[in-house]
């Protein structure tokens, strides 16, 4: 088969100068690279036609001969071994444009891909909440100032009505390619910065962003059960995506603030409640509060300081649903302050009315303690 002629390869004039001859090869072997066209076995053969090409017209000495007999000067040198003497058309593509770093950022590949939509990114909300409203679940509105979709353009980042177009400068790629003396570095596009297209009419009120700084309100559910620690996701409440990319997500962090009476062990309560010396001798039954009002315990006659009792199911109901902790309550035994001469009196009595079994406690101790005391 005929080879094409080298100047109809490249479609440059026969008089083109070496920059023209680049720049035709440049935009050529980018648009039938292999590897952006895999599979493709006429784009291969059209690459390796624009690397001999461009290998011919570059090179002067080549290129006189070229000019004078053809593809046949090249026959002729080769011996008739086929077509030796040129480059592997990658190494040409190498080295036209300048090292293989270059390669991803050419075709748009890499994960910092200017030209496609990308997720908005997530916040965090910090928020506090009483132990009411942790244990029982609320509901909450906030008010935030983040990067929301613009209202005017619906993100598009065109006025309503306009088109975007491919960016005229990076051919819709989102980078440009600039030599500084050896090396060739990928920059985002300042025609398009980035994005790879430019909109007939950008919309103003976002700068063609796609999104703009606004306030906006959102409602949270808070389940009951939550505690400070506690990480809520709302979907979608975080930054607005680019270029009509997803939303990100938005999560609340809980801090709960303490209570006046009850401390809390995961999903357990704890309360300490004071009874009367007299209640907790003769024994009484008496109220303590819970989470939904109160309950009543029963205290027997002889009931010490610290002794524990547990409401079953009274305590805070599971985030996750596996029913309700306990309520514990921790007795505390008030001595009694500020006694009148009447009450003193009635004491002393009672004292003299004790024989020591009364206060088994004291009366075992003193015995342990009696060979100390001499
Ligand atoms: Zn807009
Ligand atoms: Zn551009």
Do not use: W
Not at 31 to 56: M, R, T, V, W
Not at 89 to 118: C, H, K, M, W, Y
Not at 168 to 176: F, H, S, T, Y
């Amino acid at each position: 088969m005929a080879k094409r002629d080298c100047y109809e390869v490249l479609s440059v004039e026969r008089g083109a100068g070496p920059d023209d001859i680049k720049k035709a090869y440049r935009t050529l072997a980018v648009k039938h690279h292999p590897d952006k066209n895999p599979g493709d076995k006429s784009a291969e053969e059209k690459f390796k036609e624009l690397g001999e090409a461009y290998d011919i017209l570059s090179d002067p000495q080549k290129r006189a001969l070229y000019d004078q007999h053809g593809h046949a000067a090249f026959d002729r040198r080769a011996g008739g071994s086929g077509a030796g003497g040129f480059h592997d058309p990658l190494d040409i593509f190498r080295e036209v444009f300048g090292g293989s770093g270059i390669f991803e950022n050419l075709f748009g590949g890499g994960s910092s891909d200017a030209t496609q939509p990308q997720r908005g990114n997530d916040l965090r909300y910090d928020m506090e909440i009483t132990f009411e409203e942790a244990a029982h679940g609320c509901e909450k509105e906030i008010t935030l100032t983040k990067p929301d979709t613009c209202e005017t353009c619906q993100g598009s980042g065109a006025e309503p009505g306009s088109r975007a177009r491919t960016c005229p400068n990076c051919r819709g790629r989102g980078q440009v390619i600039n030599s500084r003396g050896i090396f060739s570095i990928a920059q985002n596009c300042p025609n398009c910065q980035g994005a790879g297209q430019v909109f007939e009419k950008p919309c103003k009120s976002c700068r063609s962003e796609g999104r703009r700084e606004r306030s906006s309100k959102i409602k949270l559910r808070i389940p009951a059960g939550v505690d400070t620690g506690s990480r809520l996701r709302s979907a979608g409440n975080g930054e607005a995506g680019f270029r009509g990319g997803p939303a990100g997500d938005l999560y609340v962090v809980l801090h709960v603030k303490a209570h006046s009476i009850f401390q809390r062990d995961g999903d357990d309560l704890l309360c300490e409640v004071p009874v009367s010396f007299i209640q907790a001798a003769l024994g009484a039954e008496i109220e303590v509060p819970a989470l939904d009002g109160k309950a009543a315990i029963r205290v027997p006659p002889g009931t010490q300081p610290g002794t524990m009792f547990r409401l079953k199911g009274k305590g805070i109901m599971n985030v996750q649903g596996y029913g309700h902790g306990d309520l514990h309550v921790r007795i505390n035994v008030e001595v009694p302050t500020h006694l009148s001469a009447a009450q003193k009196a009635k004491l002393q009595e009672f004292a003299e009315l004790c024989s020591g079994k009364e206060n088994p406690l004291s009366q075992g101790f003193f015995e342990k303690a009696k060979s100390l005391f001499h």
